[in-house]
């Protein structure tokens, strides 16, 4: 009966200790993902989450030829995209990580200036660490791309025509 008793008063603490762990254990897992997650993919989100289906479908339809096994509307689904802000623009960058859109010179990526929706197409290679190729620069509707060059990384700033 004593152990019984024992057990109901150690009860309480036990069922709070163990909600404890689990929140540490949540917050140390999604620590430890940020810290050591492919910084290319992790950047990068599904960019129906940035755009619409509708838009990326009519972007996918400008930038690159498609034939019947490379369908808009499914293309729109795996799309990857990110926005940087450069030279008080803001860009929206999407990453074509298709067999059929990269090859030894990188994989397609086409950036769109959101103000009037021009969009450039670069054909990048991943960085030897997969970091995040584009940065902001202090130029209207500029920005800047790293590229491996000869065992080196180059800096390339690119700017819309004017």
Known sequence: MRSFKKIKS?????LLLSVIGVCLTTQLANWI???FHDPVKGLYSIATDIKSTKEIEQLVDRSVYTSKSFVA?????KLLAAQIESGGTTFTIYRFNFPQTCGKAGCLHVVVDERDKHAASLQL????????PFSSVNK??????????NNSIDDYEICKPS
């Open 10 to 14: 150690i009860l309480p603490l036990a």
């Open 140 to 149: 209207k509707g500029c920005f800047n791309t790293r590229q491996p060059l």
């Open 33 to 35: 993902k940020d810290k």
């Open 73 to 77: 509307s499914q293309v729109a689904k």
């Open 125 to 132: 290679i991943d960085l030897p660490d997969k970091s995040f």
